[in-house]
């Protein structure tokens, strides 16, 4: 069903300066406190008119009968056929997929116990090769979560640019690293490249057995039983599992493994957490879903084709990438959930980076440019850092007023000089950056995915716009494929 948009048009574009003069209340109306995370839309446009325009529009999307069977395991990816369950790695879905679950991250935990007691041999380094959701996940928690204290040296390797592995070869210890390959399908043939010149370092450097210090992340146990993995080393995953949203499955193996067992345990809580708000909250109070209000507001009404969150906070420098893919690839599509055209935009296009050097090279865009770019700030109340706290209120300040800068503008009689305001930006304020924390923030992001996809009446949980370059590839690496012109000489410039 196509929604009617007609409401929220009609609504008028008022000034944020405006909008504050007229509400007193305006701040507690659009803020929110969820699982150590305070939410702060007030210097966006939604208005209590434009939040029960869109309340309306998802009671006639079926917005509640969508996020119940989410949760409950029906077919939700109606493009392949599949429930969606990621929320049960967490404990909030149907109760057999809960279950399933629950024992492979016991079978996780058994093998984490028998690596820490050096049963495959001394293990100092965890070289992760996956691509996707396989590397993205992983490297957030261990980057922003296992700075001081990880047990043991990770890297995560997507990139099948020999560089990015030989990078890590000049660091490790051949006879001290285990190998983790990580792919849903067990085909995914930069991965498997990535594992297989790994396994030939390790050769090469006397290793014994390099299969024996393997360990597999798959939904396909059984492909990675062919490739060489003994099956005691395999960590599987449910199907239902979507790439993008695998970091809480044996996936996060890394960080569960880096971090230690009850700080996995912690980011699961903190996810379990904003899966019940998002489920259980009526959505004038809901933190996903008045996240995606605005979202939709400034693509379909104000025709804002990009968004920038940015990360005040040095640990969360690898987020604005990772919800890239999160956004892009769930949200980037042109037909509607019945294969019909979309007919209006989809997911705008995220970019962003990390404060305050982003300010230094991109804000100058975002506060006199002709784009609209709806920013994100992300903070963290608690510092990071153990220097002199003159750093973390200069970052903490410096987030708040480029937020204040945005909605304000400066007029003066040099046009050069002038910012002319009413730019939208939204605030989330992190108590901590905790395991709990961390993971109640990934979660609201993957909610708020799922009700713009409801609400644009599209798929968020297939991703066939990434296979048609892939399969070209293989097939110039087979030869004899004849492409257009262009390829053709740069392929011929390149191999001869």
């Known amino acids: 069903m196509t929604a009617d948009w ?39 446009h939604l208005t209590t008119d434009m939040v029960t325009a869109f309340e309306e529009m998802a009671k006639a999307q079926d917005l509640s009968g969508k996020r119940q069977a989410l949760f409950s395991g029906e077919v939700v990816n109606v493009t392949e056929g ?31 116990d028998a690596i820490e007691a050096e049963a495959l041999g001394p293990v100092r380094h965890i070289l992760h090769v996956g691509i996707g959701g396989s590397a993205l996940g992983p490297q957030l928690l261990v980057d922003a979560l296992g700075r001081d204290d990880k047990r043991y040296d990770v890297a995560i390797v997507a990139n099948v640019d020999g560089v990015a592995l030989e990078d890590v070869f000049a660091k490790f210890d051949p006879a001290a690293t285990l190998l983790v390959v990580a792919s849903k399908t067990f085909t995914t043939t930069e991965t498997l490249m990535n594992a297989e010149s790994v396994l030939q370092w390790m050769t ?33 995953f449910a199907e239902s599992v979507g790439g993008r949203y695998s970091l809480w499955s044996t996936i996060g193996f890394p960080a569960a493994i880096a971090l230690g067992w009850d700080r996995f345990e912690e980011l699961l809580e903190g996810a379990a957490e904003m899966d019940r708000h998002f489920r259980l909250s009526a959505l004038h109070e ?57 007919g209006r935009p989809s997911a705008a296009i995220t970019w962003g980076g990390v404060g305050t050097e982003a300010q230094h090279a991109v804000f100058q865009l975002l506060h006199q440019g002709t784009h609209l770019v709806p920013v994100e700030f992300i903070a963290v109340i608690e510092p990071g850092d153990t220097l002199p706290e003159e750093h973390h209120r200069a970052l903490l300040l410096n987030a708040f007023a ?20 009413d730019r939208p930006s939204s ?15 990934i979660a609201f992001y993957e909610h708020r995915v799922f009700v713009n996809g409801v609400l644009l009446g599209i798929n968020s949980f297939d991703q066939f716009g990434v296979e048609l370059g892939k399969e070209m590839a293989k097939a110039a690496e087979k030869g004899g494929q004849t492409f257009d012109p262009s390829t053709d000489d740069l392929i011929k410039r390149a191999f001869g």
Do not use: C
């Open 6 to 44: 007609s409401k929220i048009e009609a609504l008028p574009a008022t000034k944020l300066t405006d909008l504050f003069a007229a509400d007193s209340e305006r701040l507690s109306k659009l803020s929110l406190d969820v699982a150590g995370i305070h939410f702060d839309w007030s210097k966006t």
């Open 82 to 112: 599949r429930a969606v369950e990621h929320t049960a790695e967490r404990g909030e879905g149907k109760p057999e997929s809960v279950a399933i679950a629950q024992a492979s991250h016991a079978r996780m935990r058994t093998l984490i």
């Open 204 to 236: 090469e450097h006397n290793v014994e057995d390099p299969y024996g210090r393997v360990i597999a992340l798959t939904a396909s146990p059984e492909k990675a039983m062919e490739w060489g993995v003994d099956e005691t080393r395999i960590l599987p």
């Open 286 to 342: 809901n933190a996903p879903a008045l996240a995606a209000f605005a979202d939709l507001y400034y693509t379909q009404i104000r025709h804002a084709e990009t968004r920038a969150p940015f990360a005040y906070d040095e640990r969360l420098r690898l987020l604005p990438s990772y919800l890239q893919q999160l956004e892009m690839e769930s949200n980037g599509k042109s037909v509607t959930v019945d294969g019909q055209p979309l």
């Open 402 to 421: 480029q937020g204040a800068a945005l909605m304000a503008g400066k007029q003066v009689e040099d046009p050069a000089r002038s910012y002319s305001g």
């Open 427 to 441: 605030t989330l304020l992190l108590d901590d950056l905790d395991a709990r924390t961390l993971g109640a923030l």
